[in-house]
């Protein structure tokens, strides 16, 4: 568990990692700051593209030879960025080092899949959805430290050591979870079929949706939230790694609640629950902003709430959107994952668009991302039937 864990925070911390060193690279590099930027945007879309790939290979090939090729792919690919002599290589290195740190997190979820059933799923997802949530949001931190005593090639260093260690614990602690007899034949046509008769699957999709709408009003929040506490509100980059870290915690204590309560509550009550509350601190903050005006506080505050709310939608869709599709986790896990990561990639950058004199961009298009994940939840997943639940977690919920 500990292996998977770390499989699934090395992409999102290679995601930003190195952005506190992005002036840096323009002059090192001698290339624009929209050139520099592209090298983020390439990576997520290798994180996307890797996702929706590897996954549902894996469920005709198994997940361990896909877990060890990816994750020395991703060593390899690292060090390409640790020595890019100009941007146009960087790049294209970051789209691939994306495609194949995409395996350690799209396979970490289709072998929990494979190992645990019953309210014991849930429990296990609340630890990796924990860590998809803080991982982007200290990334920026872990790197402004590297930076602090390094060049911005030393990031790439870093995860080139993080992705050996990470082969090494694979080849030890990690083996295959699906047994041959298991996996699905017919070569990658059908495969690809199996993804294809998800997508058409109305509930799942709806869980699918709801994940990716909640995570594009996350990287929203990561995008624009340093304009808005260091430029608008004036604080110091110290105390804006502290209000990062608060509101991580808030994130991981929705984790912890989740992964006591599941077993005991409906997982779709946990999931309704969890967008409600994100729904309620995205408006308050929207309400702040048009009413009071912009403070520190209640921007905090507000965040904090959404966060939290955020950190129970998280392990919830997981939960469920693989207990739907257990004949397939490896192509869920893909559309589960790769379209959180294609709907991140799709906000970030939205907050920027909308002007830089007020918080309100951001508040609005958080907003925006959890109303229509409401809505979602509502129209295609309706939670109201159950769909998805561990059978003993239902009995224990009717039972409580």
Same mark, same amino acid.
């Given at each position: ?8 925070? @090395? ?65 390899? =690919?690292?060090?390409?960025?640790? @020595? ?32 645990? $059933? ?5 429990? $296990?997802?609340?630890?990796?959805? !924990? ?52 996996? $699905? ?33 996350? =990287? ?12 608008? $509100? ?9 209000? =990062? ?76 959107? !693989? ?78």
């Amino acid at each position: 568990m500990a292996v998977l864990a770390a499989l699934t925070s @090395v992409a999102p911390l290679a995601t930003d990692m190195y952005v506190p060193g992005f002036p840096a690279m323009g002059d090192t590099l001698g290339a624009s700051s929209s050139a520099v930027q592209l090298t983020m945007t390439a990576f997520l879309a290798g994180l996307v593209v890797g996702q929706l790939l590897i996954g549902p290979l894996s469920d005709g090939l198994g997940r361990r030879r896909l877990l060890l090729g990816g994750t020395a792919g991703f060593v390899l =690919f690292s060090l390409l960025c640790a @020595v890019a002599p100009n941007v146009g290589l960087l790049t294209a290195a970051r789209f691939l080092q994306g495609v194949a740190g995409a395996a350690g997190m799209v396979l970490a979820r289709a072998v929990l899949t494979d190992r645990f $059933h019953g309210a014991d799923l849930p429990r $296990h997802f609340a630890v990796l959805s !924990q860590i998809m949530g803080v991982a982007p949001i200290a990334a920026p931190v872990l790197g402004g430290a590297v930076l602090a005593v390094s060049t911005w090639r030393a990031v790439f260093a870093v995860l080139t050591v993080m992705g050996l260690l990470l082969l090494l614990a694979v080849l030890r602690k990690v083996p295959e979870t699906l047994p041959p007899e298991r996996r $699905h034949g017919g070569g990658m046509a059908s495969t690809f079929r199996a993804m294809g008769a998800l997508l058409a699957r109305r509930a799942f999709m709806g869980y699918v949706l709801v994940l990716a709408l909640v995570s594009a009003a996350l =990287f929203a929040y990561i995008g624009g939230s340093s304009f808005v506490f260091e430029n608008l $509100h004036g604080v110091s980059s110290g105390m804006y790694s502290l209000i =990062f870290a608060v509101n991580a915690v808030g994130m991981l204590i929705a984790g912890f609640v989740f992964s006591r309560l599941a077993g005991r509550v409906r997982l779709n009550t946990l999931l309704t629950a969890g967008v409600a509350v994100a729904g309620l601190g995205a408006l308050a903050q929207v309400l702040l902003v048009v009413t009071v005006g912009e403070t520190l506080a209640g921007t905090w505050a507000a965040l904090f709430v959404t966060l939290t709310g955020i950190g129970l939608v998280f392990p919830a869709s997981m939960s469920i959107g !693989q207990g739907l599709a257990r004949s397939t986790p490896g192509a869920a896990s893909a559309l589960l994952g790769g379209l959180q990561f294609l709907f991140g990639a799709l906000a970030s950058p939205l907050v920027g668009l909308f002007g830089e004199d007020s918080s309100l961009p951001m508040a609005l298009i958080m907003l925006i991302a959890v109303a229509a994940a409401g809505l979602v939840l509502v129209a295609l997943a309706r939670p109201w039937q159950g769909q998805g639940e561990p059978e003993n977690a239902v009995t224990g919920a009717r039972a409580a």
